[in-house]
Antibody
Framework: QVHLQESGPGLVRPSETLSLTCSVS?????????????WSWVRQPPGKGLEWIGYIHYSGGTNFSPSLKSRLTMSVDTSNNRFSLKLTSLTAADTAVYYCGRGHCITTNCPLDSWGQGTLVTVSS | AIQVTQSPSSLSASVGDRVTITCRTS??????LSWYLQRPGRAPKLLIY???TLQSGVPSRFRGSGSGTEFALTISNLQPEDFGTYFC?????????FGPGTKLEIK
């Protein structure tokens, strides 16, 4: 059974860059099942709903939320079975629990069938 | 981006009850819609994908239906572990978008 675990700083200062890593165990990040998984990020501001951030495929292909695209990069480290997110120019609006997840594509849809436990990131000086 | 709405935003029910939550999208998404349950302090858990397919390990008291722009999640014989917040996700067109959630509380 796949297990995902986020890691990163709990507190980041405004205008700085957030770096988060999701370590995957129990499955290969390079798996070609269903054409390969879409390794994804979702965030949830305290007390609010879920926001899809984007995904990266093991091949390096990405797709990002237009609202974050200008500040966002993602990378995949197949050697260490993990993937990462970098979000620049942080503001208080980026304060949220960040989840990593596995998008498992069926046909044209890729529901998130496994999630990490989430990590709270607070943007504050 | 496709807008997703859910109703109701909250509801109270008792163990053993049957409840239905609806999800609407601003444009057709075929059957590319999934449902998730988030218990307090926990990560969301996939319940149903492709509108009506039960995720492995999810009890059969959960049933999804719908296509196009209108979808429903029906939970029969509510159990204590079913209480939490339910989200739908349109996973047809990027950017994926979640519904705002339906909080299901114990009466």
């Amino acid at each position: 059974q796949v297990h995902l675990q986020e890691s990163g700083p709990g507190l980041v200062r405004p205008s700085e860059t957030l770096s988060l890593t999701c370590s995957v165990s129990g499955d290969s990040i390079s798996s070609t099942v269903s054409g390969g998984y879409y390794w994804s990020w979702v965030r949830q501001p305290p007390g609010k709903g879920l926001e899809w951030i984007g995904y990266i495929h093991y091949s390096g292909g990405t797709n990002f939320s237009p609202s974050l695209k200008s500040r966002l990069t993602m990378s995949v480290d197949t050697s260490n079975n993990r993937f990462s997110l970098k979000l620049t120019s942080l503001t208080a609006a980026d304060t949220a629990v960040y989840y990593c997840g596995r998008g498992h594509c069926i046909t044209t849809n890729c529901p998130l069938d496994s999630w990490g436990q989430g990590t709270l990131v607070t943007v504050s000086s | 981006a496709i807008q997703v709405t859910q109703s109701p935003s909250s509801l109270s029910a008792s163990v053993g009850d049957r409840v239905t939550i609806t999800c609407r999208t601003s444009q057709g998404v075929r059957d590319d819609l999934s449902w998730y349950l988030q218990r307090p302090g926990r990560a969301p858990k996939l319940l149903i994908y492709s509108a009506s397919t039960l995720q492995s390990g999810v009890p059969s008291r959960f049933r999804g239906s719908g296509s196009g722009t209108e979808f429903a999640l029906t939970i029969s014989n509510l159990q204590p572990e079913d209480f939490g917040t339910y989200f739908c996700l349109q996973d047809n067109i990027y950017p994926y978008t979640f519904g705002p959630g339906t909080k299901l509380e114990i009466k």
